[in-house]
Nanobody, 117 residues
Framework: QVQLVESGGGSVQAGGSLRLSCLAS????????WGWFRQAPGKGLEWVSL??????????YYADSVTGRFTISRDNAKHTVYLQLNSLKPEDTAMYYC????????WGQGTQVTVSS
């Protein structure tokens, strides 16, 4: 069983920055990929970014809407995946969820990001 806990959300003005964290606990040895999704009010779930483990080459991918503004990274020693959000826009307002991919996919409870114009 894997537990994921997100943190770092908040309210910022457009152009600001936040760093989201996703702390993983439990047996993560089977999770070879980690990612972030978001859900804006009244909209569906949107994939944002993912990062492979070192065994998977450490590759990163981003949705077109966040490319060049968001950066995903991980700190294996801290069992944490990060999502750096820069140049935030009001349309980035959403609940952000961390997910661990593997034989079973695990989701966190989400952290709210609100961007005001």
């Amino acid at each position: 069983q894997v537990q994921l806990v997100e943190s770092g959300g908040g309210s910022v003005q457009a152009g600001g920055s936040l760093r989201l964290s996703c702390l993983a606990s439990g047996d993560t040895s089977s999770n070879n990929c980690w990612g972030w999704f978001r859900q804006a009010p009244g909209k569906g779930l949107e994939w944002v970014s993912l990062i492979y483990s070192e065994g998977g080459g450490g590759r990163t991918y981003y949705a077109d809407s966040v490319t060049g503004r968001f950066t995903i990274s991980r700190d294996n020693a801290k069992h944490t995946v990060y999502l750096q959000l820069n140049s935030l826009k009001p349309e980035d307002t959403a609940m952000y969820y961390c997910v661990g991919y593997g034989p079973f996919n695990y989701w966190g409870q989400g952290t709210q990001v609100t961007v005001s114009s």
